[in-house]
């Protein structure tokens, strides 16, 4: 079955150390994307990428990083600078890219990682 | 700029009673609107979608939701709730001019009560 897959589940981070969440989609979408979700906070965006190797910052890029090279794959990691990491993280992906076209294309996701603190 | 308001943070139903969680949105021209509803510990699942044409939209589930133009709402409606439906539930917006981007609603908890 198509979808996408999130991995590890569940993400332990020590201190000062950098850790890479795993995001696979065998939807053959174009867009990829990473959310982090609080409670009480909705989804915010982290980053975006509408083709292999390229993407952009989203509302709350600081202290995180990803890489896009290739289609199937958005990794994210999160650094040592970001100073409040706990969190759910969702990936998602959607089919089209560029401007219009496709925005009423609907965004599928996965099952999340849930990161926390050592 | 677009944005997306649930004004409920939490609702509370009691199983077989009808429910409507709201949405507004705020966007110029026509937006594309969806639904999505997310059990603990687990990622989003799409309910329901609107593009265009028919503003009463049916999606799984049993839901639907209906565009209204003149209220900038896209309200989610249920006629009879099942304990199964208790989860989170987030409007979302997508839009021309945001190219890839969506922007979500702060979401809805639901509870169902026996």
């Known amino acids: 079955d198509g979808g996408i897959t999130q991995s590890p589940k569940y993400l332990f981070r020590k201190e000062g150390q950098n850790v890479t969440l795993s995001c696979e989609q065998n939807?053959?979408?174009?867009?990829m994307y990473w959310y982090r979700q609080d409670p009480g906070q909705g989804l915010r965006l982290i980053y975006y990428?509408?083709?292999?190797?390229d993407f952009q910052k989203g509302d709350i890029a600081e202290g995180y990083s990803v890489s896009r090279e290739k289609k199937e794959s958005f990794p994210l990691t999160v650094t040592s600078a970001q100073k409040n990491p706990t969190a759910f993280y969702l990936c998602?992906?959607?089919w089209g890219t560029g401007e219009g076209a496709y925005s009423n294309q609907p965004q599928h996701f996965g099952d999340g990682t849930r990161l926390s603190i050592l | 700029a677009q944005s997306v308001t649930q004004p409920d943070i939490h609702i509370t139903v009691s199983e077989g009673a009808s429910l409507e969680l709201r949405c507004n949105y705020s966007?110029?021209?026509?937006?594309?609107l969806f639904w999505y509803v997310q059990s603990p510990g687990q990622g989003l699942q799409l309910l329901l979608k609107?593009?265009?044409?028919?503003?009463l939209v049916q999606g799984i589930k049993g839901f639907e939701a209906e565009f209204k133009r003149s209220q900038s709402s896209f309200n989610l409606r249920k006629p009879s709730v099942h304990w199964s439906d208790a989860a989170e539930y987030f409007c979302?917006?997508?839009?021309?001019?945001?190219?890839?981007?969506?922007?979500f609603g702060t979401g809805t908890s639901l509870t169902v009560i026996p």
């Open positions: 979302a917006v997508g839009a021309q001019n945001t190219g890839n981007q969506f922007y």
């Open positions: 990428s509408q083709i292999v190797n």
């Open positions: 939807l053959n979408h174009d867009a």
């Open positions: 998602a992906s959607r």
């Open positions: 609107y593009f265009s044409g028919d503003t």
């Open positions: 966007y110029g021209a026509t937006p594309y």
